[in-house]
């Protein structure tokens, strides 16, 4: 059972524009929820997270958007610019469980000119 | 700061070899540490995670193990490798604290292939 779901496993936006990445979890329990950027041949890179307390963090052009009636979480990156693109993943924990990060299977995003 | 370090960055074995792949942290004392693997196609998944030296939970029943003989050394081990250990081997870690919230860290993985 996939409890954290990247239903879109590509995007192409061009440089400048808003990169939307959609997350979906089906575990109410989750109360911590991450995004990861990952190059090829290189581990993924923490970039933003989000505890359940909270329905929107920013950091710099990276917003993280929880809607928890929906199960439902959104990474926006205003502009986007071509070295985002890469693999994103969004990652989720429970509170009892905060070793046990829950991996999505990623959405490749490329940036064009 | 802190670095992590995982070696080799690509191996290759032939079915029912041993396998030891190996993870240090450096910068920071008495992290948790993890292995995960990453088959082709699919995200993460959790194999072991460690909380201290000597402490090792599995997540996933297969032919690996893994062992923490260091505080800042995680080791992920086989005696016999099989095919559908083929895969991308990542080993992360995090600041300790028993229901924290802080993100993982993570090395530049092992791509391991068997033959």
Same mark, same amino acid.
């Given at each position: 059972?996939?409890?954290?779901?990247?239903?879109?496993?590509?995007?192409?936006?061009?440089?400048?524009?808003?990169?939307?990445?959609?997350?979906?979890?089906?575990?109410?329990?989750?109360?911590?929820?991450?995004?990861?950027?990952?190059?090829?041949?290189?581990?993924?890179?923490?970039?933003?997270?989000?505890?359940?307390?909270?329905?929107?963090?920013?950091?710099?052009?990276?917003?993280?958007?929880?809607?928890?009636?929906?199960?439902?979480?959104?990474?926006?990156?205003?502009?986007?610019?071509?070295?985002?693109?890469?693999?994103?993943?969004?990652?989720?924990?429970?509170?009892?469980?905060?070793?046990?990060?829950?991996?999505?299977?990623?959405?490749?995003?490329?940036?064009?000119? | 700061?802190?670095?992590?370090?995982?070696?080799?960055?690509?191996?290759?074995?032939?079915?029912?070899?041993?396998? #030891?792949?190996?993870?240090?942290?450096?910068?920071?004392?008495?992290?948790?540490?993890?292995?995960?693997?990453?088959?082709?196609?699919?995200?993460?998944?959790?194999?072991?995670?460690?909380?201290?030296?000597?402490?090792? #939970?599995?997540?996933?029943?297969?032919?690996?193990?893994?062992?923490?003989?260091?505080?800042?050394?995680?080791?992920?081990?086989?005696?016999?490798?099989?095919?559908?250990?083929?895969?991308?081997?990542?080993?992360?870690?995090?600041?300790?604290?028993?229901?924290?919230?802080?993100?993982?860290?993570?090395?530049?993985?092992?791509?391991?292939?068997?033959?």
């Amino acid at each position: 059972d996939q409890q954290v779901k990247q239903n879109s496993p590509s995007l192409s936006v061009q440089e400048g524009r808003i990169s939307i990445l959609n997350c979906d979890y089906t575990n109410s329990m989750f109360d911590y929820f991450l995004w990861y950027k990952k190059y090829p041949a290189e581990g993924p890179t923490f970039l933003i997270s989000i505890s359940s307390i909270k329905d929107k963090n920013e950091d710099g052009r990276f917003t993280v958007f929880l809607n928890k009636s929906a199960k439902h979480l959104s990474l926006h990156i205003v502009p986007s610019q071509p070295g985002d693109s890469a693999v994103y993943f969004c990652a989720a924990s429970d509170f009892w469980n905060t070793d046990k990060l829950i991996f999505g299977t990623g959405t490749r995003l490329q940036v064009f000119p | 700061s802190q670095t992590i370090h995982q070696w080799p960055a690509t191996l290759v074995q032939p079915v029912g070899s041993p396998l #030891s792949l190996e993870c240090t942290v450096e910068g920071t004392s008495n992290p948790n540490l993890y292995w995960y693997r990453q088959a082709a196609g699919r995200g993460l998944q959790l194999l072991f995670y460690s909380v201290g030296i000597g402490q090792i #939970s599995s997540e996933v029943p297969q032919n690996l193990s893994a062992s923490r003989p260091q505080d800042r050394q995680f080791i992920l081990s086989s005696k016999k490798l099989l095919l559908s250990d083929s895969g991308f081997y990542l080993c992360a870690w995090r600041v300790r604290g028993e229901y924290s919230n802080q993100p993982q860290h993570f090395g530049d993985g092992t791509r391991l292939s068997i033959l």
